[in-house]
Every structure is written in C-alpha cells, then in structure tokens.
C-alpha cells in the first residue's frame, strides 16, 4: 500500500466533493438519518485524531479536547458523542474551523508517514481511509437528500460528472440454483470487520434480473397501479407506503403532468 500518495488523494477528495456547496449547505441537518456535510469532514478527521495520531504520534497535541466529543459518531470506546439527530443544530465551529482542524490532522498525519510506520499502524491509516471513502458516499447521499427536500430542488453541480447508470448493460434474468453458498472475505487485502468470518449459507432457487429496473420501467409499475393495487406488494412494503404515503419513488415528481426525478445535475424529465 501507498499510503504517503493515497492519504493526501482520498483526504481531499472529499473537499473536492464539497467545492459546490456554500456555507449554508454545510450546516443544515434535513433529516436524523442525514449529517451535515460539516460534520462528515470533521468526523472523518476525529477518525485520524483519535486512532491514529494520539495513540500512536508522540508529539500530537489534540487538535481540540472538545472535538473528540463533538465528532465521535457511535464509537462507544471512544467517549461520549451528540446525539445524531442533533448534528444540525451546531453552528459552531464554524465551517472554516473544520478546514483547519483538517489541515492540522492532515499536516500531523503528513509526519505520523514520513517515519514508516509499523504495520500495524499502516493497517489502521488504511482502515481510516477506507472510512473517509465510505463517508464520501454518504456526504453526496446526504448533500442530494438535502438539495432533493428544497422546494427550489438546486443543483448540486450542474456540470458534476458523477452520473448514474441510463441504461442497463444486460437484460433478462439470472437463475441461482438451490445450494450452499460460502460466503465472507476470503482474500489478501483491505476489507471491513463486518466481512469476516467466511461461512455457508443454504439458499433456495431463485431468479434475479441482471440489470437495474429503469425509470421507463418504473413508470409501467406505476401506471398498473403500483401504488394503489396490494396485490403488487408483500405486507411490510405495502404497509410502509401507506404509513408514509409513499406515491412514488424519493426524488420523482410529476409536474404538470409529466415526471421528473430529481439528480445532482438538478431536476431532470
Ligand atoms: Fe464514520
């Protein structure tokens, strides 16, 4: 592993993916299950502070004993945290005090690599980086969720080159024979602690299509009645769009007449 070359790429890729929000966007928290884009960058720095370079680089002084409490997610061993659906109601610290906790962290880690680490650590830096990607996911989830609720629907970046699959590669169905499977991490590498523990699992036959359903698709199940008719549903699903009042998938609207579907490009017939 390459750690000295990928730190600085995947550390600020995730400020990359933050160039088309303004101050505001950073703060708002649109939902519980949401966090604001702040708070990803700073929950990912927490991650370097707290695992890596207190433990394990002598000289680091903490950035600021108030971050460790402010951005712990759910780490138990690692003290008390906020509430989740409270993440949006801190201003402070400011946004631009979040880009200097990075650079300090960023700086520190910058040493912690220049004197080769043991593997051990590397393994850690590792996992870290991993982490930062995985938020990286969630920051766009969570910036399109915030952009998708505002009555404006603002693009995120119209010229983004992020892009989602337009149509499917494949077509038909797959058939899984009835068997037992292993399943698990089984390689050389990085892979979560979740992964491990290879093990069988017996499944039953079943077909699955090999490509995604797309919006032409959808809007059939839609047109036959798809939100009106239980017959096209098992009881939970059915029962979660009738609690919630679900009509159509998150992020589509019908506007005088015709869909639309709301992407990070903005709102798209
Ligand atoms: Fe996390």
């Known amino acids: 592993m390459d750690l000295k070359r990928q730190y600085p790429e995947i550390r600020s890729y995730s400020e ?22 702040k708070w990803h960058l700073a929950h990912t720095t ?37 509430l989740r659906a ?18 300090y962290v960023d700086k520190a880690m910058g040493q912690l ?8 650590i590397k393994n850690l830096i590792l996992l870290g980086l991993n982490h930062e990607q995985q938020h ?3 920051l766009l ?9 505002n009555p404006l629907f603002p693009p995120y970046d119209v010229q983004t080159t ?18 037992i499977y292993e399943i698990g991490f089984n390689d050389k590498g990085f892979c979560y602690d979740n992964e491990h523990g290879l093990h069988k699992v017996y499944l039953d036959e079943f077909e699955i299509e090999k490509g995604l359903v797309t919006n032409v698709e959808y809007i059939e199940f839609i047109d036959a009645g798809g939100y009106s008719d239980f017959n096209l549903w098992l009881d939970e699903g ?28 903005g709102l798209k017939k």
Not at 59 to 82: E, H, K, M, Q
């Open 141 to 149: 989830t969570d910036i399109k969720y915030m952009f998708g609720q």
């Open 238 to 265: 059915w029962t979660w769009a009738q609690v919630n009042h679900i009509k159509a998938p998150l992020y589509w609207h019908k506007i005088d007449g015709e869909w639309h579907h709301y992407t990070l490009k």
């Open 136 to 138: 990286q996911e969630l």
């Open 16 to 37: 990359t993916l933050c160039q088309p929000l303004k101050t505001e966007d950073y703060v708002v928290q649109v939902a519980a299950f949401a966090s604001p884009a």
């Open 113 to 120: 690599l220049d004197t080769e680490p043991a593997n051990d």
């Open 162 to 179: 992020l892009s989602y699959q337009e149509k499917n590669a494949e077509s038909g169905h797959v058939k899984i024979e009835e068997g």
């Open 86 to 103: 409270n993440r949006g109601n801190m201003t402070r610290p400011t946004v631009e005090e979040i880009y200097a906790y990075r650079k």
């Open 46 to 82: 927490w991650f370097f502070e707290t695992f890596i370079l207190h433990p394990h680089l002598k000289s680091y002084n903490l950035y600021s004993t108030d971050f460790a409490y402010l951005f712990n997610s759910y780490y138990n061993n690692a003290g008390n945290r906020v």
